[in-house]
């Protein structure tokens, strides 16, 4: 050790007091941090990643609320679509039975057609 | 931080753990010297030295349960201290270096050597990189040994001994300059 720079590096290096309100300060400071600490609700910028889940109430029943929603819309979009849909093979099957219909119509005149008295037989 | 009164920080200490204010803030008054004064040597910043201690003792109340002893709390604020000195001067190097005004205000009370002398070692100490200037510190403010600055800084006891011996020797060189030079 350099014994001709010993004294006065103590010297030069002795302690120093902080400002007056440092103490204040201090307490103040550990106060917003227990609150802060103990109030989940509280946003905490030092958390950004978790900071959803500390989310306030009424944000969890908004979030829900579109939810809901969203899904009631969606199944009356498919409810509306199959009523479409069956209406639409109604009627089709419809056509395919006047279409049946006629052609049988035809075949029993024909029918009765060639057992008439004109017929010869 | 000495252990002189170690019998009244015990009970301080113990009375803060069991959630009594008016012991922690007893507590810091106790320490708040030695933590600022390690800060503002290290950062050369008064400001910035009053924001590191204050988040130091902010984080010694979370952590009083986790504090065995007075001696422990004493090697807890220095180690704690040091290390975000240094993490901050990482962060911001512009804390690195200090005008001489600065460095001149930031000064002791009840001096027996030469003031200037004084001044101009404070200035130099504040110009050593930031591991030299925490072992300096450790070794002549706060009286550490070479062990004991090791253990604080994590730091090997030949590491502390070598920064040791090249501050001082750059500190007598610059001093010796500046007289040499007058």
Do not use: C
């Not at chain 1, 009424?58 to 819309?73: D, F, Q, Y």
């Not at chain 1, 199959?82 to 049988?104: C, F, K, Y």
């Not at chain 2, 009970?11 to 959630?19: C, I």
């Not at chain 2, 200090?98 to 003031?115: C, R």
């Amino acid at each position: 050790m350099s014994d001709e720079l010993d004294k006065p590096l103590r010297e030069a290096l002795r302690p120093v007091d902080p400002g007056s309100t440092f103490t204040d300060t201090v307490m103040t400071r550990i106060v917003t941090d227990k609150r802060s600490r103990l109030d989940p609700a509280r946003p905490d910028d030092s958390r950004p990643a978790g900071r959803w889940i500390h989310a306030t109430p009424w944000r969890w029943v908004s979030g829900a609320a579109v939810a809901i929603v969203l899904a009631a819309l969606l199944v009356h979009t498919q409810q509306v679509r199959h009523t479409r849909e069956g209406l639409a093979a109604r009627q089709a099957l419809m056509q395919a039975l006047q279409v049946t219909a006629r052609s049988l119509e035809v075949a029993k005149r024909a029918v009765s057609d060639s057992h008439g008295p004109d017929s010869g037989v | 931080m000495s252990a002189k009164d170690g019998g009244h920080d015990e009970d301080l200490l113990s009375r803060a753990a069991a959630g009594e204010t008016v012991a922690f803030r007893d507590l810091v008054i106790l320490h708040q010297r030695s933590v600022y004064s390690l800060a503002v040597r290290m950062l050369s910043d008064r400001h910035q030295a009053e924001d590191l201690s204050q988040e130091v003792f902010v984080q010694l109340h979370r952590n009083l349960t986790a504090i065995e002893s007075s001696s422990h709390l004493t090697y807890w604020l220095r180690k704690v201290t040091m290390n975000r000195a240094i993490d901050r001067l990482r962060r911001e190097p512009r804390y690195e270096t200090t005008s001489l005004d600065d460095a001149s205000t930031i000064a002791a009370e009840g001096q027996e050597t030469d003031p200037l002398l004084q001044r101009r070692l404070r200035t130099l100490i504040a110009e050593l990189p930031p591991p030299a200037r925490a072992v300096v510190l450790l070794r002549y403010q706060e009286d550490l040994d070479p062990v004991e600055i090791g253990r604080t800084l994590k730091m090997p006891v030949n590491t502390v001994k070598s920064h040791l011996k090249r501050s001082l020797a750059v500190l007598r060189d610059q001093i010796w300059t500046r007289e040499y030079e007058r």
